[in-house]
């Protein structure tokens, strides 16, 4: 028994010295090198993800950007259209008051010639509820009640659902002399696109807060289809327009400072891009912009408050994120990186990492006494420096065990190595990598003599042209409109009444920004009342 149990605590001490032995090799040089072997195959699998072929569809970023400037325009001029038709509306009830009264028809008649902008028109007596004119189509009435005329949101723009199914955006305003009841002018306008140039496959929509659809353009060719896969492609375009606006009308929702970027400009309201389905080989586009004011800190919007956005839906041709011969090199460059990775580790194996798992056994047997034998050194390199270092002591060991000999001299050894040491493997480590990665920066930052600007920017670019000429052209109109009413409403006033004709004056120059001065000019050429600078 006390034999058995002295060769069992012999076999176990000599298991912990194994372990204790090998517990070193845990940190060694094994770790580095497959930490290298790891970091390679990590950079190689990056290359083929970023550079090699990819099966999604995607749309070039400027083209989704040219649609979300398209539907900001398209807001710019929906917003300003409805600002103006308020603003005219009650800069003329204002005007009306002032003066001499003015019977409805009459009133309803210089309205409609002068400003071409309302389905339909009606005046209604206050007091008994009785329509006293009307003009153009009818007006429902069933939706007037205390709420829309008394309180904090008083005459405020409502929308109106016709019995067609049609919205109507409906404008109020006060008609009120001293010597009569108090009149209530009423008008309609349509919430659809304003007419502007949408070119080719464009279509627009303008949606309430909750998604639901008050008008499109864009969709008028349906009755000109004579195919089923032309009419398919419609109903297509109708279901993509129709889940863009719910998405669109989400987005729009949150506060415009929190839905850019920190510190960005812009357009003053909430807008963006989004991506519908894919149809026929096309994907469909979309750009949204919610109605806000050019100046929201100075000038508010009637237009803004409504809750209304803008979304421009545009099938475009899909496209894949690289060319063929891109997406080849993508390939073979992560396969060389992988092939370089390997011969890489293959130079630290058998350089570094073998010579020194050799010398770790070497002076295990020196440990254990064993010193007939000599130390087998390495060629060249840190190994070999160990090496010689190890037979050193084994010779001295050798020598104070045995008395001094030839083997025994302390300065007797292995003959004079290059002093290469472990800087070559790692240079030439370092100079594979750079082998692969100096063609592949060239190769990336090339320019393609194939690039061109894509034929749906260039598009984009020459409607929106159109569309700031066609608003150049609206602002123009607008505002010989707005002198012809303010003539109008001089001439009810009376041309020979000076004080009342500089009040139209100031008050039209006070709503309309445009204006510098306004003047009344008699025949002889002299000025008999002005507003604003000087002549």
Known sequence: MTSSSAAYSVRGGRRRSRRRADM?????????????????????????????????????????????????DGAIA??????????????????????RPVAPERVLSDLGRTYQKWTGTTVVDLKSADVLATRGETIPLGWLDKDVLTGDTALTPRMVRLETGDVR?????????????????????????PAINLGPFRSMAVVARDGEILGTAGFERAEALNSDQERKELTFLHRQMKELSDQAAEHTEQHPVRAKEPG???????????????????????????????????????????????????????????????????LAAAGVLVLLGLLA?????????????????????????????????????????????????????DAGVHGSGADGDPEAGPRRRHRIGGRGPLALTAVLLLVWCVPVGLLLNRTDGSVSVPTTMVNDQRDRTDLIADRLRRALNEAQADLVSASRLIAAEGAEDTEATVRVLDDTLGKHSRYRALYVVNADGSVRAQAGSDP
């Open 78 to 99: 929906l917003r300003a259209s409805i600002d103006e038709r308020v603003t005219d509306l009650q800069r003329t009830a204002t005007a009306l008051s002032q003066g």
């Open 264 to 330: 960005s400009r812009g357009y003053p309201g909430v807008s963006g891009t989004l991506l519908g389905g894919e149809y026929n080989g096309r994907v469909a586009t979309a750009g949204y912009a919610s109605l806000a004011s050019s100046d929201p800190d100075e000038k508010q919007s009637v237009a803004a408050g409504l809750g209304l956005t803008v979304v421009g839906l545009l099938p475009v041709v899909q496209q894949q994120t690289g060319e063929q011969g891109r997406e080849l090199f993508g």
């Open 345 to 397: 580790a293959g130079v630290l194996w058998a350089t570094v990492q073998r010579p020194l798992l050799r010398l770790f056994l070497e002076s295990r047997r020196l440990a254990r006494g064993d010193l007939t034998r000599p130390v087998t050194v390495p060629r060249w390199g840190e190994a070999a420096r160990i090496g010689a270092a190890l037979e050193q002591l084994r010779r001295r060991l």
């Open 169 to 193: 955006l409906m404008t109020m305003a006060v008609l009120d002399w001293t010597d009569r009841p108090q009149q209530l002018l009423i008008a309609s306008s349509s919430l659809s696109v």
């Open 24 to 72: 070193p090799l845990l940190g060694g040089i094994r770790p580095p090198i497959a930490l290298l072997c790891v970091l390679v195959l990590a950079l190689a699998g990056l290359t083929a993800r970023v550079l090699g072929p990819d099966e999604d569809a995607v749309v070039p970023k400027a083209v989704l950007s040219s649609q979300q400037y398209f539907a900001e």
